[in-house]
């Protein structure tokens, strides 16, 4: 095995991280270290999806990770244009059908524990785990050579030549990174750069739990939701379901969004989360709650829906919290990538695709042979300039598909198809491969200045 060019340190070990320690893989001189927060590797949540775009990036990392990827899709993998999302005005008696979502290819849907444990199984032996690791602090020397120090609540300190922050919405790795960029920017825009560290509450608040498929179709044989993506539409409240698993459960996410609370300071009382929390703390973001406190936003909604509704059995709620829009996703060699960069609503299914795309395209910058210590702000300057203005309108996009299904913007019913096929044909229609090339002649080209 050759010397190592550099050591990189992964902080978060969800889908980003992994998907970076993975692509990694394919230059043996880069050696990775993974620290996880928690006591194992794990994600949390029930179902993920993942669009084209994204899956084509999946492709790259070869073709028994595919192959894997594949065993546990509830759907195959196409380039046609399929009939994707049903949606439907729900918040009525009768419900009426508004549209089907068409898209090049299909959302590819797995159990979040199933998709992540893929990455796991295919961590290289040149990267190394470490659990129960949360970073408490990191010093990054002004030498572009003397390694970076990482320190860890639980007292123990490592090092690394290349810090990388996939440790989530709440991470650490922006606090710190963002205060040191609040220090050598224009006094003037200082206090924006560090308003930009805590995450800021989107006003929206989400139901999720996962539904026997056996319970809905003796309820309700064969239920559309048995067979195919459906999104039920109502005022400032919606709720998509989906099979999973092979059809043996069907994945619940229902919304409420209150537009007067977005970016304001979250309270438990202010989402009408408080009675649902057992015991936890008021400003918890997320909790257990009963099947009865689920299906509580939902209760005027068609017989269709209700079909469903009545299936739950308890789930979690989730206040959905975003990362306002950074000033810069590095700084020295220290990047951000994922949750950390650009945490989004959920309403393109687009936050571990993006993820995704993000890691990648790191690799790829880091992996080159151009690439050497001297040179890494260079690399993370190349990776901040492609992919934070991407991140950034998916991220808009995001928020206005949520508001569609909220019914709170003022499009017509009849042209909320048109609106949505528009605002999201990225997903399928476009390609990470030329932003890599673009990468790719940026960290060639000497003469080009990203910084």
Known sequence: MPSPRFRVAICGGGVGGLTLAVSLSRYPDIVVDVYEAAQ??????????????????????????????????????????????????????????????????????????HFHGVFLSHLPPSCTTHNAKRLKSYIQPCSKTSPITLAFTDGSTATCDILIGADGIKSAVRSFMLRELAEVVNPHAKQSVLSCINPVWSGVTAYRTLIRADKLRARCPGHRALLEPVQYLGKDAFFLVYPISHGQYVNFAGFTL??????????????????????????????????????????????DAQSILKCVEGGTIWAVHTVKTLPATNFGRVALLGDAAHAMMPFQGAGAGQSIEDAYLLATVLGHKSTTLETIPRALAIYDKLRRPFSTDVALRSRLNGQICALQTNIPLHKVGDTMTKNWEWAWLTELDDDLEEAVRLVEDRSFNVI
Do not use: C
């Open 258 to 303: 209150q537009a007067d609370l977005v970016d304001t300071a979250y309270e438990a009382d202010a989402a009408n989360l408080r009675p649902s929390f057992k015991g936890k703390a008021n400003n918890e973001w997320v909790g257990e709650i009963t099947a009865e406190q689920v299906i509580r936003p939902f209760k005027g909604f068609e017989g």
């Open 40 to 113: 194992s590797f794990r994600e949390v949540g029930a179902g993920v999806g993942i669009w084209p775009r994204s899956f084509k990036v999946l492709q790259k990392l070869g073709p028994d990770f595919e192959q894997q990827i594949l065993h546990y899709s509830s759907s195959g993998w196409t380039e046609e244009f399929v009939p994707s999302i049903k949606y439907r005005k729900s918040d009525q008696v009768i419900g009426t059908e508004l549209f089907m979502l068409m898209t090049k290819g299909e959302l590819m849907r797995f159990h979040r524990a």
